[in-house]
């Protein structure tokens, strides 16, 4: 199951029970934001085109969209209302495949309600579509900070140029590794080559750190624990880094990085300042940006 983001105390929540979603109507985490959406199923024509521009604003950046759970516009709150499973995943799924264009990509799990009746709720992943954005009824569609949007033509483009730079650079490393390949000589088999860049986090993912009167104190004790680690000092093990991370006796909110002493002249310059923030984001996962084989 793909978890679900909250908020950055409930990261990586992963309901599994109606009384899941219960406890979440009850503690009031539902908040309709960039990433998440809750909605009732479709039952019209009309219904589905809705539900193609919903999923297609999610799949610039990846969300996820939970049936099932409707807002009472009086209280401004959340509230469970079961839909009919029967046939309800392949629905979703067959509206994201044939309104959108592109076709959409998207992953369904379903949760019974305790009722046994047959009803129940559907989480809908839909992922970070590489050929975002996607149109429905010849609109581009993108998502706030709360609800759909369509898009402006200087964002299309902006997008489609991206994908293009993307494209590029990860072709430029495919055939750097390749060729670097040190047992492209040996036997006959094929190899396969991966790269992978950093995905950005949620914008209020390091907020319990960084947020608090004590965050000099928590950088150095989450510094010092990674120093500690003996994963890590295997890894860095004959591999000096400049600044180390030893070096730091206080806290910053900004922090400068170095490629590793010994690289070549072109990565051994000395790089941006980055916001530690972005940088303890930027590590927290990571997306696969292409493949090749040789």
């Given at each position: 199951m793909t978890s679900i983001y909250l908020s950055s105390d409930n990261p990586r929540w992963m309901p599994k029970t109606e009384a899941d979603l219960q406890a979440a109507v009850d503690g009031g985490l539902f908040e309709e934001s960039h990433h998440l959406d809750l909605k009732k199923a479709p039952n019209s024509k009309g219904d589905n085109k809705e539900l193609a521009r919903d999923l297609s604003s999610f799949a610039v950046d990846g969300g996820t969209l939970i049936i099932g759970v409707q807002e009472n516009k009086e209280s401004r709150t959340f509230e469970l209302a079961p839909q009919p499973l029967n046939g309800l995943p392949e629905k979703i799924e067959q509206v994201a495949r044939t309104i959108p264009d592109p076709p959409l990509t998207i992953l369904t799990e379903e949760i019974s309600a305790a009722a046994d009746d047959g009803t129940g709720y559907v989480i809908v992943y839909i992922p970070a579509s590489p050929v975002a954005p996607h149109m429905v009824d010849n609109r581009y569609l993108g998502r706030g900070d709360k609800t759909k949007y369509q898009m402006g033509d200087a964002e299309v483009v902006a997008l489609h140029a991206q994908q293009r730079n993307t494209e590029a650079d990860t072709l430029t490393l495919l055939r750097k590794e390749m060729d670097e390949d040190p047992l492209h000589n040996v036997g006959a088999q094929s190899h396969l080559f991966l790269v992978a860049q950093p995905a950005a986090g949620r914008r209020d993912m390091c907020l319990p750190i960084t947020g608090t009167r004590d965050w000099n104190?928590?950088?150095?004790?989450?510094?010092?624990?990674?120093?500690?680690?003996?994963?890590?000092?295997?890894?860095?093990?004959?591999?000096?880094?400049?600044?180390?991370?030893?070096?730091?006796?206080?806290?910053?909110?900004?922090?400068w990085l170095s490629a590793p002493r010994g690289s070549e002249p072109a990565a051994s310059t000395l790089r941006k300042a980055v916001p530690l923030t972005s940088l303890s984001s930027s590590f927290s996962s990571s997306r696969t940006a292409g493949c090749g084989c040789s």
């Open positions: 104190q928590r950088v150095r004790t989450l510094i010092q624990r990674a120093l500690e680690a003996p994963r890590t000092q295997a890894a860095l093990s004959g591999t000096g880094f400049s600044p180390d991370l030893s070096t730091r006796g206080t806290g910053a909110r900004g922090e």
